[in-house]
């Protein structure tokens, strides 16, 4: 049984079917890419998944547990992860209290302090900042990172609650080519390595046919293709949606990482 099976989710809005009456699996250990033009209904399916949007119908199942009506924090307990954008909230924190906050969180302990904060869970938290290649910088503040760095940081934070699925809206969004690589490859690792599933909406293309496993293609709310690269690429409903038929996305070569 896949870890993830979404089965005839519906959302509506007013007269627009946002979500209409869509299926898939994510088993673990894959990269899911979600894709479609604008308006296809990605953020709504996301949504729905993590549980800040209820569907009108449908069934969300997630390692045997049905995460309809479920609140989004018992879905995170769970195991469903997202990475946050750490820039807005946390970036006067160094690097490292940042992962050590998330490790707190998971284990509800934030409000219980009777060690001082700097020496909690401070191995558990640059061990996870070595995985992402972050270690050397753990004492500096998030906020003078590069932007490709605080990506990493904010996924050492996602992998902090051990998920088992990750959500990943649009994660290579304002990132340089070389940089987009370096984090997707990254992601893909850890995807291998912990065996997680990954759910994420991308628009680069280049990122999606390099790193994922396995694509779906919404359009006005419908699935209307799935499968892998090779099959997205020469899907004729795939494009159509995207161009009007004609060639649909253009094979690029793997950037090196
Ligand atoms: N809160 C809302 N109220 C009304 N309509 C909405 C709302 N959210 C989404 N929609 C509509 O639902 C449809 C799907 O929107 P959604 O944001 O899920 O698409 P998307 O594929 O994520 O698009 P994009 O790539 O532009 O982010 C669109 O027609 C959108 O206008």
Redesign the pocket.
């Known amino acids: 049984m896949s870890l993830l099976q979404v089965r005839n989710l519906k959302k509506s ?2 007269g ?1 079917a ?2 209409a009456d869509v299926s898939f699996d994510l088993p673990a250990g894959q990269l899911l890419a979600l894709l ?10 996301f949504n729905m998944v993590n549980g800040q949007l209820r569907p009108d119908s449908g069934s969300i199942l997630f390692d045997g547990h049905e995460l309809v009506n479920m609140a989004p924090r018992n879905i995170w307990r769970l195991g469903v992860g997202r990475t946050f954008q750490i820039a807005e909230t946390f970036g006067s924190m160094t690097v490292v209290e940042n992962v050590q906050m998330a490790l707190l969180s998971r284990e509800k302990k934030i409000f219980h302090l009777w060690r001082p904060a700097a020496s909690h869970y401070r191995d558990e938290a640059m061990d996870l900042l070595s995985q992402v290649g972050m270690e050397a910088q753990a004492a500096r503040p998030c906020s003078v990172l590069a932007y490709g760095d605080v990506k990493r940081v904010e996924l050492a934070i996602a992998l902090a609650n051990r998920p088992k699925l990750l959500l990943m809206d649009e994660p290579t969004a304002g990132m340089a080519p070389q940089e987009r690589n370096a984090l997707m490859a990254l992601t893909k690792k850890l995807v291998v390595e912990r065996n997680i599933a990954v759910l994420f ?1 991308e ?1 680069s293309m280049d990122v999606v046919f390099a790193y994922a496993d396995r694509m779906i293609v ?1 359009a006005r ?1 419908k699935l209307i293709a799935e499968g892998d690269g090779e099959t997205i690429r020469n899907h004729p409903k795939v494009k159509e949606v995207y161009f009007g038929s004609g060639s649909t996305f253009t094979r690029k070569k793997k950037e090196a990482v």
Do not use: E, I, S
């Open positions: 809005y007013g627009v946002a979500v479609g033009p604008n308006g296809a209904g990605k953020t709504t399916c909406t628009h919404l709310g």
